[in-house]
């Protein structure tokens, strides 16, 4: 497929990507408008972890076999294990439960978080299965399986399952950031913009759609869309590992503007944001050295050198070479 053109990417209501999603200003093309405010209920939805998963299942004598109660026992244990984070200890009660009562959704559910809070994306694959199999209608379940066949790199049944999860529920907002990057790798660009905005708006302080939707946008050259986006991402979003990214592809949409200083700025904020951002050393040095402020340039490419460059010698010739040209000036 050819790049995009620029109306084919930016977020239109002709787009075939989930009808009745605020798409930003639909004349202009524009980015996505995120409001200051709100997604507190798509925030909600994903917020069934270990604390609220289940408020510990019981069931009276006369409704429950011995092997259900034993099984919601084991449950129970399981995800107290869980909160802990001792995974073994929490999988094998679980696994328990789960033999005692194959249909206990509940316990295939957070077996299956056990396996995905540990990356074992096959097991939690298995797990969350069998949670939606004994309850199709959970929009939760299926969106967990989504994102475990997407892990897996399983594109055509992770699109079937967050597409059943986004039915049973348009407001989790994790499925459409996940359903952004299925379109992307898909080549959908304009459907995969429709899709990162509608993450961005169902919860303005997830900062990862801003991300992904800004570098699809600097990567077709539209850096002043790019700033717009990732500006109110940089203003939204509250994850260190978000807030580092948005700034260091703020930097670079500034760059590609040649607003050297502006782009210098974002790439301290995100040093800032993450120390561990070594490549934003890099960046900063040379957005300096092109605004004409040698004293910082050459202190963000001395650093950036001290701390090891990434590892990576081309980059780290780059920052000498561009040292050398300085002191030469």
Same mark, same amino acid.
């Given at each position: 497929?050819? &790049? ?12 075939? +990507? ?11 093309g524009g980015p ?68 005692? !009562? ?34 199709? !209608?959970?929009?939760?379940? $299926? ?8 892990? &897996? ?17 348009? $407001? ?13 790798? $898909? ?17 303005? $302080? ?15 050259? +539209? ?15 509250? !994850?260190?590992? !978000? ?5 260091? +592809? ?9 607003? +050297? ?5 974002a790439y301290v ?47 780290i010739a780059a920052? &000498? ?9």
């Amino acid at each position: 497929m050819g &790049t995009p053109g620029r109306r084919q990417l930016a977020m239109s209501r002709a787009s075939g +990507y989930a009808p009745g999603m605020m798409h930003g200003d639909a004349n202009a093309g524009g980015p996505v408008r995120v409001p200051r405010t709100g997604g507190r209920r798509g925030r909600a939805a994903t917020l069934l972890k270990w604390a609220a998963l289940i408020g510990f299942v019981s069931c009276g004598n006369l409704t429950c076999s011995r092997e259900k109660k034993e099984s919601i026992e084991r449950l129970n244990a399981g995800v107290d294990f869980a909160k802990a984070r001792n995974f073994p200890a929490a999988a094998r009660e679980l696994e328990a439960a789960i033999t005692l !009562d194959p249909t206990n959704h509940e316990a295939a559910f957070a077996l299956g978080q056990v396996y995905a809070d540990d990356k074992k994306w096959d097991k939690a694959i298995d797990a969350f299965s069998q949670a939606a199999k004994h309850n199709p !209608d959970d929009a939760m379940y $299926r969106y967990r399986l989504g994102q475990a066949y997407f892990e &897996t790199d399983k594109i055509d049944p992770a699109q079937r399952e967050l597409e059943a999860a986004l039915k049973l529920n348009p $407001r989790l907002f994790r499925a459409h950031w996940y359903m952004g990057r299925i379109l992307k790798k $898909r080549e959908k660009y304009k459907d995969a913009a429709m899709a990162f905005s509608e993450a961005a708006r169902l919860n303005p $302080r997830f900062g990862k759609p801003f991300v992904d939707l800004g570098k699809l946008y600097y990567q077709w050259d +539209y850096f002043q869309e790019a700033v717009s986006v990732l500006g109110q991402g940089a203003q939204n979003a509250r !994850d260190a590992e !978000d807030l580092t990214n948005i700034y260091y +592809y703020l930097g670079m949409a500034y760059d590609g503007m040649k607003q +050297y200083k502006q782009a210098a700025d974002a790439y301290v904020k995100a040093i800032d944001a993450r120390k561990e951002n070594v490549e934003a050393r890099l960046m900063a040095g040379m957005a300096f050295a092109n605004a004409g402020d040698k004293e910082n340039a050459k202190k963000y490419l001395t650093d950036f050198k001290k701390v090891g460059g990434g590892n990576n010698p081309f980059n780290i010739a780059a920052a &000498t070479d561009r040292l050398q040209k300085l002191d030469s000036e």
